[in-house]
């Protein structure tokens, strides 16, 4: 927890808080940075309180300025549509939406603003908050120095009055987020105090970041989504598996139900032999099983031990479909080569020399031929092989590797 409003601690202890957590449909889908408030909504209903999660379909048609340098792209009806079903679509497996008591609900800000004219709007709450006080606010200074227009200025008027709607039609007392939405949250609060007389809570967690100073949540290939079709259970899972050992205690106590003791233990055991990965092992199986379920959590394992286990073999791989293959090995490099090349015979230097680029040139892979460096479908090889078309997986791959995890795609076309 990052900022916390008094009073919000001593509320959760007293009673049943229905609390939430908006989301900005600029996507069909939500990548792993949205895990963290995902997180914060279900640790709300597992600890007997009533989640929220609200989708910004009239947010999202003006774009948040917190954390950003440049004026955002609008998006038209149709996108945000579209976009909107998928984010509701992703939320719906992370919560229970049965429960009597505590059963999340997901609301659109678009229902309660579609029919707010202009001049209401500026009337009824615009007249309640100053320029001073919106101007003050982090998300906006960072922003008027490059220039700012009116449209994301407005935002956190908008953000604070769906506190405030929900404030009054849901007895919703605490909105949660990133730390980087306190000055839109406060807003609210102020909203709620000077128009309802009443008294609204909030907390923030810390933005996540790597230890690098690399962007969280993104790869080679890009952001990493909690869709299959976007992000496949393997990739989804190799995220975690490469967290790197600054990373990983952070990411295992925030995306994780995983207890301090349990979270304890399986980092000292880590500290004993560091090679064997089991702390990032452990926080792959967690995350990639409450997102993806026991069924891709053993795909992803599979898959895994496939591509990277000391016992696959050629017929494990083969085992693979071509979509497993190309989802396995995204990112990493590749090159087209004629299939008649390899029906023909196609010799190991000019596979991986300077005709693919899989090396920077044919010397460089002669030196790691005679290292016995290199392997193709998993067998060591030497100076001599010619790959024909019994190497092809599916008729069409073959996997080059220089040790063990330096591989690269051959496709045959």
Known sequence: MQDIMPGTEELL??????????FDPTADSLHVGSLIPIMMLKH???????????????????GDPSGKSDERNLLDEETLAKNIKGVEGVLRRFLDFDDEKTGAELVNNYDWMKNFSFIEFIRDVGKHVTINYMSAKDSVKKRIQTGISFTEFSYQLLQGYDFLHLYRDKGCKIQ?????????????????????GGEGFAFTCPLMTKADGTKFGKTESGAVWLDTDRTSEYGFYQFWINATDEDAPKYIRTFTFLSKEEIEAIEAEHAEDPGRRILQNRLAEEVTKMVHGEEGLGKAKTTTAILFGKQSTIDDLRKLTDQEIFDALDGMPQAVVSANEIQEGLGIIDAMGAKTGFMNSNGEARRALKQNAISVNKTKVKEDYILTKEDLINDKFVILAKGKKNKFLLIAE
Do not use: F
């Not at 709300?44 to 003006?62: C, D, E, F, S, Y």
């Open 13 to 22: 202890e007293k009673e049943i808080v229905t609390g939430y957590c908006g």
């Open 44 to 62: 709300m209903q597992r600890a007997g309180h009533k989640p929220i999660a609200l989708v910004g379909g009239a947010t999202g048609m003006v």
């Open 176 to 196: 949660m987020g990133g730390s980087d939405q306190w000055g839109n949250i406060t807003t609210g609060t102020e909203l709620i105090r000077r128009i309802a």
